[in-house]
């Protein structure tokens, strides 16, 4: 490998072909991947590994597994591509102990060059069987003798972007490591490491381990430093946020009263705990920052309506952001009469809005007249201003951005308004300690008296026609279906149903009915359109992808499909399931799997079993446990890009990193003293999320 200069601490943050100018060719091709600085570089990591390193004879290769062997090339043959065809280049192998193999590539003209009768390899890559002969398909090879980053070693395999390929990356990634390594300062005492590998050796062996056994302890070092860095940010916001004043919204109970009393239904116990704790963080000069989280149907809307009540009442503005218009319009819709029964005018806000309309919304929050304001991220557009914001409620928060949470935040004219956050997802105990640190957390498990229990069955695609002939006499009843879906369109990478061709499936299996069609792709207001049209009973059956998951109540719907279940998480597969169950009618979820994968079967059997979210929730933490090595996305979660919060060994390190993190901010708040651990904040910035399309 040729070597490349040593770099110093300050080149890590240069841009690349001023920090290791040997590599200005390959400068471009990192960029594509949104490498721009060697640092960035080293924390480029692996979303798995090919385990390459055992040599194994040719007689004894495995058909569909990768794996390595030593070789001698015996023929090289070319066969040239026609049609739609790509040339092949073929080699026959033998090795020492008899066997023989064939490796074949694929439009790949430099192989050819590359290879001779004679010459001595070690070749990696995927076994196949091609008639009663072992064949490498595809393989990656290098000269015995010659050490390589791509055969005969545990190999990384990255996320690649344009015409990079794995091959050039790793020889990149190696070159760049070689300089970079010697200038990485760790930031964490051997005592604070507890363990753990030092930061060089973790970066080396998570790129390039030299053995199998190396990676888990790497990553664990690197998830710990991603963790530590989380805990150390919200552990800053929490100790500056009790710096600042608040609007002090002091409600009697006497008033309190009135407004629980108002309301026309009664409160279960844990809704009026959550009202009870929301009124006291109201009434403290020190920000709220509580997060209320209920299963679907559990009521979380009465409590932000008491506490929108509460805010008006003691004389201040309200503000609720949901991050769809049609989960915006749905609030409003629930809110706006039980506030007007109050005495509350609440207002709502879209982009969607005409602007002769939108300026009259303007002139009322800004005149004071309009209480309570209900709507998207307009809330927080630029022209709205906000005399006497004292309570500011974001629904789904999690599928804002960090700068939406913020910039609604901000609408507080001199004054911290209190924050409370709804999230439908239920979180477990666990995640909650080590991720919503920052926050109070109220949890709604009692279901207002009243909800249909929806009973829930896990189908094969045999049972498809019986299940479309129950959706036709669902819509012969009057009643409505969702058809979830995991993908938008066919693929040929995965084998799963799709919106697009299941919608038309279905409009001719059921001639009859209205069959509708949204998806993440589509434009909002094509998506809203849609939404409306089945919430107002135009169509029978919608086909959907997870964009239903949040923010559409159509009462009136008794049965959802879910298509190719296990493809999904339990969560949202719970959170699906709560989009029927909503009106009188008996309802019912069918979750449609071919899946013969024990565990898929048994996390099927969870959702089946139970109907109490945060159970599914602990479940889910359970069976997805270590299969996650490289982090996960869970709705409600934050984006980390090496910590797996299903992980248990991780959650272990979160809670060491958030010890660690509140001893170090007592006595150092603004890190002056620890440089380094203000450069891993830096290097695990935060993802800004701004939505999803599913």
Avoid at 163 to 182: C, F, M
Avoid at 231 to 240: D, E, G, K, M, V
Avoid at 446 to 454: A, F, M, N, S, T
Avoid at 560 to 577: K, S, T, Y
Wanted: charged share 25%; hydrophobic share 45%.
């Amino acid at each position: 490998m040729q070597s490349s200069r040593r770099l110093d601490p300050a080149d890590l943050d240069r841009p690349m072909r001023e920090a290791i100018p040997e590599l200005a060719r390959g400068a471009a091709a990192l960029a594509r991947l949104g490498i721009a600085t060697p640092r960035q570089a080293l924390w480029y990591l692996p979303f798995r590994y090919d385990d390459f390193s055992d040599l194994r004879p040719l007689a004894q290769l495995i058909v569909d597994e990768k794996q390595s062997a030593r070789v001698v090339v015996d023929a090289v043959r070319i066969e040239p591509g026609f049609g739609r065809r790509p040339q092949r280049v073929i080699a026959q192998l033998s090795d020492a102990a008899g066997g023989s193999a064939e490796a074949i590539w694929f439009g790949r003209r430099y192989v050819e060059r590359r290879l001779k009768a004679g010459d001595e390899l070690i070749v990696s890559g995927r076994v196949t069987q091609r008639g009663w002969r072992a064949q490498f398909t595809s393989p990656e090879f290098s000269p015995v003798g010659h050490e390589s980053v791509h055969t005969a070693r545990v190999v990384p395999v990255y996320r690649l972007s344009g015409s990079v390929t794995q091959k050039r990356l790793r020889e990149l990634l190696a070159r760049i490591l070689e300089s970079s390594l010697p200038a990485v300062e760790d930031p964490l005492t051997e005592a604070e490491r507890g363990g753990l590998p030092g930061l060089r050796d973790a970066l080396r062996a998570a790129h390039f381990p030299e053995e199998a056994g190396d990676v888990v302890p790497a990553l664990d070092r690197l998830a710990f430093d991603e963790l530590l860095a989380l805990q150390l940010t919200l552990t800053q916001a929490r100790r500056a946020r009790d710096e600042l004043a608040a609007p002090r919204i002091h409600v009697p109970g006497v008033a309190r009263d009135e407004v629980v009393d108002a309301l026309p239904f009664r409160l279960t116990g844990d809704q009026a705990s959550a009202v009870a704790a929301i009124v006291a963080d109201l009434a403290s000069e020190r920000p709220m920052r509580r997060l209320l989280q209920g299963d679907v149907g559990s009521g979380k809307t009465a409590v932000a309506a008491i506490a929108l009540a509460c805010a008006v009442r003691a004389g201040w503005q309200a503000a609720l952001m949901a991050p769809t218009e049609i989960l915006a319009r749905q609030h409003h819709d629930g809110l706006a009469p039980l506030l007007d029964g109050l005495g509350v005018r609440a207002e709502f806000l879209s982009g969607s809005l005409t602007p002769a309309r939108k300026r009259e919304i303007h002139d009322a929050i800004g005149g004071g007249m309009a209480e309570v304001v209900i709507g998207t991220h307009a809330v927080i557009s630029e022209a709205v201003a906000f005399p006497r914001l004292g309570l500011a409620i974001v629904d789904e928060q999690h599928r804002f951005g960090v700068g939406q949470r913020a910039a609604l935040q901000a609408k507080g004219s001199g004054r911290e308004p209190h924050l409370l956050a709804l999230t439908a997802t239920p979180i477990p105990r666990t995640l909650a300690l080590t991720v919503y640190g920052d926050l109070s957390i109220s949890t709604i498990r009692e279901l207002p008296p009243g909800r249909q229990p929806i009973r829930t069955e896990v189908r094969d695609r045999r049972a498809l026609p019986k299940i479309e002939a129950f959706l036709a006499a669902e819509a012969a009843e009057g009643r409505q279906s969702f058809v979830v879906v995991p993908l938008v369109a066919e693929s040929d990478a995965l084998q799963a149903a799709s919106a697009k061709a299941e919608a038309e499936r279905l409009k001719a299996a059921l001639p009859g009915l209205q069959v509708g069609l949204v998806h993440g792709q589509q434009r909002a207001d094509q998506r809203d359109e849609t939404m409306t049209a089945f919430a107002s009973g135009e169509i029978d059956v919608l086909v959907a992808t997870t964009v239903i998951e949040v923010g559409i109540d159509v009462p009136n719907a008794s049965v959802i499909l879910i298509e190719d279940a296990e493809r999904f998480g339990l969560a949202q597969l719970h959170q699906l399931r709560g989009r029927v169950g909503r009106g009188v009618h008996r309802s019912f979820c069918i979750l449609l799997s071919d899946a013969t994968d024990p565990l898929a079967r048994e996390r099927l059997a969870v959702v089946r079993d139970s109907h109490d979210g945060f159970d599914i929730a602990e479940q889910d933490l359970r069976l997805r446990g270590a299969g996650n090595l490289l982090g996960t996305r869970q709705s409600g979660l934050p984006p980390l890009k090496v910590a797996s919060l299903f992980e248990p060994r991780h959650l272990a390190l979160a809670e060491r990193a958030r010890a660690m993190a509140d001893r170090v901010v007592e006595d150092d708040p603004s890190l002056d003293a620890r440089p380094g651990l203000a450069r891993l904040q830096a290097d695990f910035a935060p993802i800004e999320a701004e939505g999803d399309a599913a």
